[in-house]
């Protein structure tokens, strides 16, 4: 896959992972607290890779959230973690 479009890939996974996140209010709260991102920090920094595979980095860190978020944005629980590591290349 060329490197642009793997990018791409890597921020529409981040994205999508994000949006599932913030379905549970609990989960959103968790994301905020263990990143350190602000509501207000989170909107203005998701388009920074970083975001990004901190987001993805935060489903790594609980496999439950992991598994469940790739099952429902309909991808295996690897392309989760492989997005998160060509965010941070």
């Known amino acids: ?3 642009t479009n793997s990018k791409l890939e890597a921020s529409s ?3 999508q992972a ?3 996140a ?5 989960r959103a709260d968790r ?9 207000e920090g989170l909107r203005t920094s998701i388009h920074h890779r970083g975001t990004q ?4 980095s935060f489903l790594e860190a609980y496999e439950p959230d992991l598994i469940a978020c790739a099952e429902v944005i309909g991808v295996p629980p690897t392309h989760l973690v492989k ?3 060509e965010l941070e290349i």
């Open 1 to 3: 896959m060329h490197e």
């Open 13 to 15: 996974l981040a994205f």
């Open 18 to 20: 994000l949006a599932w």
């Open 22 to 26: 913030l379905m549970d209010t609990s």
């Open 31 to 39: 994301l905020l607290a263990l990143t350190g991102l602000t509501p």
């Open 53 to 56: 595979a901190a987001i993805l």
């Open 83 to 85: 997005a998160r590591e």
